[in-house]
């Protein structure tokens, strides 16, 4: 039982001191920085524990808990972009006057959430880390309680995301009735072509799933809640639950589902086409960069369901490795929103980007290099990123999916290229409060330094991302 | 020889673009100047060097570097043979040319014009270098982000839409290359062109993918009728990404055809030389016809340049010595003469700010180094004999002659048109009537000016008499290509 325990120890302590931090947060006064300094400590720490992990796969708790190479990846890369996520919006939370002690709380709980979803084997026990997540965003996305907007999207993902819950857990009743058992590799055991009622819990899974990582036809949410919500918060729902959301979905196909592949595989596919174009075509038109950046998450969930949508372990590995560029891309691209101070107010219209290259040069190329690092463009980053999923979609010869993809990187390359023509391009000059963010400056200057340097070691998420399926 | 050669050259100017990026200060746009004039000029006789040190009597690649990249799967590889030192050296030649011109045409944000041509020269030289389709579809591509810049940063009033249109006209060609060179690696294996050409790749699909190297590399040539984004790039670009553009951009796709389409897919390009032949053809006929009919300098010249490219794939695709060897002669001549051409306007551009005919006329009489230079081009481009356009065009024409007479009786129809809009032009810009009393006060060509001018003149000039140094630089490579190609034929 204690070895058991050992396996677990990245989630106990994270619960732990979850809970000693919410203690100390209603005790102490105006606790704020104190508990959110505390919470970077407690992610660099968790980071430490699952580095120190050994990674060979366990199963515990009735086989309902893995811990394997697969799960460590996946934790590892929640808690680093959190720690970006978070600390380069700290100026922003405190100048906006959402510093309550919560908000860091409620990240670490949402992240605690993701923890159980990444690492379950068991139709109950990713519910409970599923609807731990949802509960926490739901919070998060109306944290700015007094702002009109910030509620109006919490309670339409509340709404929505509700409904899909609904949805998902219909299908892992479903799921249970037809297999008798909520064991990941029991079902796996049970599932063939002919059973027809697990083919129909199997769509209802989807579609929850398909809804948390946003993508089309249940993205709805996805604009209005990252419009709405303060950008912190945005940048958190762009980066974090999606990973977390891939990495589900990843999972469900590649355990459970793994022997009806052919019924799967349509859905994502179409799923897939449908999130690559209508990201590409809605973002054409977007004024408000936050807007735009949830169209284009929306595109690049489609890219990485893509590699999904292969059916074979190479395209998983291809969808890994896209969210992990991807997440590096965001970081940076959303550190670039905390810079657009002006006269004490944040931007985030795209035309207030206008001329920026003469009095923010630096800025400037940062955006440029992330912003065509999004399209797609060699010899950047994204590039990468792209061709590994597309590498992986050849080789089971899905030429349609392929050559629509690319398509719709040429489309997508439209509004990035729209926002680089305003700010090299127009002539009017914005000039920007002097930049204070330190930390946001940081995590620009990294992100922007690992997608120009990509093409020096191009593999350095393959060689993970090989060892993650070994089991 | 184990000295990183190529690598250098390629990284050379990316190193000095990275010096001018951390010097700071906006007075120190001399001192940028310098710097990427020493580094473009040490990069050019680096090349030099690398052109005498090459051994031209075989068709292998030499000072090939090889360097594992993506673990098991590609490897960073590069090298030239007698083809491909011909572009380099071009490059190379260009660009410290294209800096010189900074100095009288770019007034805004020198340092990072002047970062943007150098890394767009680290990319160019890289395309031609690259033995791996990955490595060349990367540097093909990564040359989108700079020129871009140069067009909507410093082009003239309708640079938005024309930078755009250049963008992903580009980009919608090449992705179809991309999924082109993926399948590749899953049919062979290996994106490593000289395992590739051993290999052969199955008949049955040679067609569809040599369709989709087309795409891209019709794209950036331009051919009729993908051209349409040339002539607005060329004309809202300033005077250095004009030069850019048309001296080494557009041989990219010329470059494509020999080293990849014709080797890799040998039936397929058999298949498809009626195909060539037409849409050749038409941009001959064409285009020289659109471009009687242009009141804009820059415009005319840019479709002089699309009824030029049209006799490079003529050339390329009769597939035999003369056709090909034409086909790069008129490359490197157009890559020397366009390049001239565009300088040529510039400079009244830069006095005068306007690139319509009607605003010149009699430049001779005040402007008379300047007007003995520009016919000298002028006359070039026509393809007069002594100068270096008449042997491409002589070459491919005869090229042309032994696989279809059609083709070559409608492709010399154009040379004759092309005489026309030049001298046409010539006539009203050089000679005629003085209308705009702005000319008489207009000073001649300075000294920078001259450097430039003169010295493409000299090669113009060279290499219409002396051939020699370029055609047996790629003789035998050219020889061992059409060699290949037939034993291919043959083998199916």
């Known amino acids: 039982m204690m070895n058991n325990l050992n396996i677990m120890l990245p989630e106990i302590f994270l619960s732990l001191s979850i809970f000693t931090i919410l203690m100390l947060g209603v005790f102490i006064k105006k606790s704020f920085n104190i508990i959110f300094n505390l919470t970077s400590l407690i992610i660099i720490t968790t980071i430490a524990i699952i580095i120190n992990n050994p990674d060979n796969e366990v199963k515990i708790f009735l086989e309902s808990f893995t811990r394997d190479a697969f799960s460590n990846y996946f934790k590892i890369l929640i808690l680093i972009s959190s720690l970006f996520v978070l600390n380069s919006s700290k100026n922003f939370i405190i100048e906006n006057k959402l510093d309550k002690f919560e908000y860091p709380i409620i990240i670490l709980l949402s992240i605690l959430g993701m923890f159980f979803m990444v690492s379950s084997n068991d139709l109950i026990l990713f519910y409970l880390g599923l609807e731990l997540q949802s509960l926490s965003l739901y919070i998060l996305a109306s944290i700015d309680r007094d702002n009109l907007r910030s509620t109006e999207s919490g309670i339409k993902y509340f709404v929505l995301s509700a409904l899909s819950s609904g949805l998902l857990l219909y299908g892992c009743s479903l799921l249970y009735g037809f297999t008798g058992s909520t064991n990941f590799d029991t079902i796996a055991e049970q599932l063939n072509t002919e059973n027809v009622g697990a083919v129909f819990a199997m769509v209802f899974i989807l579609v929850g799933l398909a809804f948390k990582v946003s993508a089309v036809p249940f993205h709805m949410w996805t604009p209005d809640v990252y419009e709405g919500a303060p950008t912190s918060i945005t940048s958190y729902f762009a980066v974090v639950p999606k990973v977390a959301g891939l990495a589900l979905l990843i999972k469900f196909m590649f355990i459970p589902f793994s022997n009806i592949l052919l019924e799967w595989q349509t859905i994502i596919i179409f799923i897939s086409i449908a999130s690559m174009i209508l990201g590409a075509v809605a973002a054409m038109v977007q004024k408000n960069l936050k807007r735009l950046l949830a169209y284009s998450s929306i595109g690049h969930i489609g890219y990485a369901l893509a590699g999904v949508a292969t059916g074979v372990i190479s395209g998983y590995q291809s969808a890994i490795i896209y969210i992990s560029i991807y997440v590096i891309m965001n970081i940076g691209a959303f550190s670039c929103l905390y810079l657009l101070k002006k006269d004490g107010q944040y931007k985030e219209n795209i035309s207030d980007l206008s001329g920026i290259s003469k009095k923010h040069p630096v800025l400037a190329i940062s955006l440029l290099i992330i912003l065509f690092s999004l399209a797609g463009v060699p010899p950047l980053g994204g590039f990468f990123a792209k061709f590994y999923v597309f590498v992986a979609v050849l080789e089971q010869q899905m030429y349609t999916l392929a050559i629509i993809g690319l398509v719709t990187t040429v489309m997508s390359a439209f509004y990035y290229l729209k926002i680089i023509k305003t700010i090299y391009f127009d002539d009017n000059v914005i000039t920007f409060d002097p930049a204070k963010n330190k930390f946001a400056q940081l995590s620009i200057i990294l992100s922007c330094g690992i997608l120009l340097t990509f093409f020096l070691y191009p593999s350095v998420f393959n060689n993970v991302a090989i060892t993650l399926f070994n089991s | 020889m184990n000295f990183p050669i190529l690598s250098t050259l390629i990284f050379l100017p990316l190193l000095s673009s990275l010096f001018i990026f951390l010097s700071k200060g906006k007075s120190n746009n001399y001192s940028a100047i310098y710097i990427s004039l020493f580094s473009s000029i040490a990069t050019f006789l680096l090349s030099l060097f690398l052109w005498y040190s090459l051994d031209i009597s075989t068709a292998e690649f030499q000072f090939v570097e090889e360097k594992s990249w993506i673990n098991n799967f590609i490897k960073f590889k590069l090298?030239?043979?007698?083809?491909?030192?011909?572009?380099?050296?071009?490059?190379?030649?260009?660009?410290?040319?294209?800096?010189?011109?900074?100095?009288?045409s770019v007034k805004t944000r020198v340092k990072e014009f002047l970062i943007a041509i150098l890394i767009l020269e680290t990319f160019m030289i890289g395309v031609f270098c690259s033995l791996d389709l990955v490595i060349f579809y990367l540097?093909?591509?990564?040359?989108?982000?700079?020129?871009?810049?140069?067009?909507?940063?410093?082009?003239?009033?309708?640079?938005?839409?024309?930078?755009?249109?250049?963008?992903?006209?580009?980009?919608?060609?090449?992705?179809?290359?991309?999924?082109?060179?993926?399948?590749?690696?899953?049919?062979?294996?290996?994106?490593?062109?000289?395992?590739?050409?051993?290999?052969?790749?199955?008949?049955?699909?040679?067609?569809?993918?040599?369709?989709?190297?087309?795409?891209?590399?019709?794209?950036?040539?331009?051919?009729?009728?993908?051209?349409?984004?040339?002539?607005?790039?060329?004309?809202?670009?300033?005077?250095?990404?004009?030069?850019?553009?048309?001296?080494?951009?557009?041989?990219?796709?010329?470059?494509?055809?020999?080293?990849?389409?014709?080797?890799?897919?040998?039936?397929?390009?058999?298949?498809?030389?009626?195909?060539?032949?037409?849409?050749?053809?038409?941009?001959?006929?064409?285009?020289?016809?659109?471009?009687?009919?242009?009141?804009?300098?820059?415009?005319?010249?840019?479709?002089?340049?699309?009824?030029?490219?049209?006799?490079?794939?003529?050339?390329?695709?009769?597939?035999?010595?003369?056709?090909?060897?034409?086909?790069?002669?008129?490359?490197?001549?157009?890559?020397?003469?366009?390049?001239?051409?565009?300088?040529?306007?510039?400079?009244?551009?830069?006095?005068?700010?306007?690139?319509?005919?009607?605003?010149?006329?009699?430049?001779?009489?005040?402007?008379?180094?300047?007007?003995?230079l520009f016919l000298v081009f002028?006359?070039?481009?026509?393809?007069?004999?002594?100068?270096?356009?008449?042997?491409?065009?002589?070459?491919?024409?005869?090229?042309?002659?032994?696989?279809?007479?059609?083709?070559?009786?409608?492709?010399t129809f154009g040379v004759i048109l092309g005489a026309a809009y030049m001298l046409w032009m010539t006539k009203r810009v050089i000679f005629g009537v003085t209308n705009n009393s702005e000319i008489k006060s207009l000073t001649d060509v300075n000294k920078s000016e001259i450097i430039m001018l003169a010295s493409l003149a000299f090669f113009v000039i060279f290499f219409g008499f002396y051939p020699v140094p370029l055609i047996e630089t790629f003789s035998v490579s050219v020889n061992s290509l059409i060699d290949n190609y037939e034993i291919a034929l043959k083998s199916n």
């Open chain 2, 79 to 104: 090298g030239v043979d007698g083809i491909s030192i011909l572009f380099i050296v071009l490059t190379t030649f260009i660009t410290p040319i294209c800096i010189i011109s900074c100095i009288n």
């Open chain 2, 139 to 372: 540097f093909f591509e990564a040359g989108l982000i700079p020129m871009f810049l140069i067009i909507g940063v410093w082009g003239g009033p309708r640079r938005v839409y024309s930078a755009f249109k250049f963008f992903l006209f580009t980009l919608l060609g090449s992705v179809l290359m991309l999924v082109a060179i993926i399948v590749i690696y899953w049919l062979t294996g290996t994106t490593d062109i000289t395992q590739i050409y051993e290999i052969r790749i199955p008949k049955e699909y040679q067609n569809i993918l040599w369709l989709a190297f087309l795409s891209s590399f019709a794209v950036k040539m331009p051919m009729w009728p993908v051209h349409t984004w040339l002539p607005d790039a060329h004309v809202e670009a300033p005077t250095a990404g004009s030069v850019i553009l048309a001296a080494i951009l557009l041989k990219m796709a010329g470059y494509g055809f020999l080293r990849f389409s014709i080797p890799m897919f040998p039936i397929a390009s058999e298949f498809f030389t009626p195909l060539i032949y037409t849409l050749s053809i038409i941009a001959i006929i064409y285009t020289s016809l659109v471009a009687l009919m242009q009141d804009d300098m820059k415009k005319l010249i840019a479709y002089s340049s699309v009824a030029h490219m049209g006799y490079v794939t003529l050339g390329i695709f009769t597939l035999t010595k003369q056709g090909i060897e034409g086909s790069i002669y008129q490359m490197i001549s157009h890559g020397l003469i366009s390049a001239a051409l565009f300088l040529c306007v510039g400079v009244v551009y830069d006095r005068l700010h306007s690139r319509m005919i009607n605003t010149y006329g009699g430049l001779v009489n005040y402007l008379p180094k300047y007007s003995f």
């Open chain 2, 378 to 411: 002028a006359l070039a481009a026509i393809g007069l004999p002594g100068t270096s356009g008449f042997l491409g065009e002589f070459l491919v024409l005869t090229g042309a002659f032994q696989k279809s007479y059609l083709a070559a009786m409608l492709a």
